[in-house]
Structure formats: C-alpha cells, structure tokens
C-alpha cells in the first residue's frame, strides 16, 4: 500500500461531533470572538489508525530558546515524512504535552488530514467572557461534513453506533454475545414484529449494589472519560469517579476499588450530563463538595 493509495481517505471530513470551535480573536471589548474549527490530536490518531494502523510513526523533539514550550514534529506515513512545529498555548495548556499534539495536527495537515478546515468561512459569535466560551457555535456546510451526514438524520446514526461501540465489553465471549443480539434484533427489524432473545440466551445477574464493581460499569465509566466529550487523564479520571460516586473521604487508588453502586451512580450522572464542561468547572471549583442538586441543574439533564 502506498500514500496515494489511501490520500482520499485520509483527506475525508471528520464527523461534525469531532469538530470543536476555539477562538482566533476577541473584539476589543470580548463581546465577540472570531471561531476557527479544530479537531484534536485524538481525532487525527484515530484517523491514521483507521487507515494504517500499523504504518505510521509519529516523533517530537523540544526546541530550547523559545518564549512558549514548542517542539519539532516528524510524522511519517507510509514511508512519507513531513515535519512541522507545534506550540503550545498559554495558560494551563502551556505545556510541552500541548506542544506535542499541536505538532502532530500540523504534521497531519501536510498529508491532507483536516487541511479542509482551513477553508470554512471567517465565523463571528457572541462571547460569554465569564465562561470563557461562545454563546452561539457555527453550521458546518455539507461539503465540510462525511458523506453520511448529509442525509438527514445520517449524523445522529453514526454517533450512535460510536457511542455503542464504546460500550462494548472487553471480554471476547462478552462480545460474540452482544453481535448475535443485535444480529437477532435487526432481523427482528426487517422482517416484521419486534422478537425477545430467544429462551435459551444466558442472561447476566444483575450485580449486587455491594459487591465490586463489574468489569461492565469499570469499561463504561472508562470509556466515556477518555471520549471526546470528556478528555481526561487517568489521575483525573479517578478524583472525578470520586467526587460523582461521593468518596470524598476515600479517593480512589483504582477503578476496582468502587463498588457496584458507586460505580453505577457515577456512570449515571456522566451518561445524563448534557455539558460536560460546566460539570468539570464545578468539580475543580469545589473537589471537596458534591454535585449538589440545584448547582447541577445546568449540567445534568
């Protein structure tokens, strides 16, 4: 397989989910914002995986003198290499790790890979400054989304199947049995009536609320932190599950370390949480509190 062999794929739109809006400029009195799209390095690794998996390499070097951390990419595909810097932004982003994943997307750019986002019109939106973000985000137009997206309710429908795929136990029989129930279930779909599991399917006990936590609750809880939604590190990952499960006098060392309960009410409030950001400020804000009823109001559904 060579490059040109897989450049259309790679040049393809990234789902409209992917795509994030961050601004390029305020007005002078940051009442507006200029928003420029982008996909994160997750995405773009996503991509190449995808693509090939096992021909793609990807190597950073930090560059010594310069006003902000920035490092030099070398990302190669194929056989390919193409180079480029990465900076990382102020603030609490200001890090080499932000380096690294900026390098990474401008290498990607030079093979096609999310080049088209340079061409989306200049888009101007309220700013709300005390949240740090805009009140209104842009349309994508229809040449800036996959093909299946420009059939209605094509978006939501590929969304989905990623959400279920995320889902997905990790024991190799676990998921066998789960792909002869979709199997049953989309036969059931096309050829009339909705049918039950046959008689002979081994339902799963339900896990006393006292017991461990299931390696099914553990995947799901995972699954969802490390998503696009959420974007957290392991240490974060667990003192988040803590605060959600309310172990506040006895932090996690590890996932395992929940209870079948804990862990299923942490998964609850972050399947049902409608803005994630506003949930993590208010975690940060105050670690040491709950997610109150009346100040998650805004954040969960």
């Not at 793609?56 to 902000?68: A, H, K, L, Y």
């Not at 009536?193 to 609750?217: D, H, N």
Request: net charge neutral.
């Amino acid at each position: 397989m060579k490059l040109s062999d897989v450049q259309k794929r790679l040049e393809m739109p990234f789902p409209a989910h992917l795509v994030g809006w961050k601004p390029q400029a305020l007005t002078k009195d940051r009442s507006r914002a200029l928003l420029v799209a982008y996909v994160d390095a997750r995405a773009v690794q996503s991509r190449l995986d995808a693509i090939c998996p096992d021909a793609w390499e990807f190597r950073c070097r930090e560059v010594s003198g310069t006003p902000t951390p920035t490092v030099h990419g070398s990302l190669t595909v194929l056989g390919v290499t193409r180079e480029d810097f990465g900076e990382a932004g102020e603030g609490e982003a200001g890090t080499l790790k932000a380096a690294a994943s900026d390098a990474l997307k401008r290498c990607a750019v030079h093979f096609g890979i999310g080049r088209y986002l340079y061409d989306l019109p200049r888009f101007w939106s309220d700013w709300d400054e005390k949240k740090r973000e805009p009140i209104t985000l842009p349309e994508l137009p229809d040449w800036a989304r996959p093909e299946h997206e420009r059939t209605p309710g094509g978006a939501h429908i590929v969304q989905a199947l990623e959400e279920l795929r995320s889902h997905l136990p990790n024991d190799v029989d676990a998921q066998r049995e789960v792909w002869r129930l979709l199997k049953t279930a989309l036969a059931a779909s096309q050829s009339g009536p909705r049918l039950s599991p046959p008689a002979s399917t081994p339902v799963a006990e339900a896990q006393p609320t006292g017991a461990p936590i299931s390696k099914a609750i553990k995947s799901q809880i995972a699954a969802h932190l490390t998503g696009p939604r959420w974007l957290l590190e392991r240490e974060e990952r667990l003192a988040f599950t803590s605060w959600l499960a309310d172990r506040r006098d006895a932090p996690l060392a590890t996932s395992a370390d929940l209870t079948e309960a804990e862990g299923r009410k942490a998964l609850a409030a972050i399947e049902r949480c409608l803005k994630p950001k506003a949930l993590l400020e208010q975690w940060r804000a105050n670690p040491a509190g709950l997610p109150g009823e009346a100040e998650a109001l805004g954040a969960v559904s």
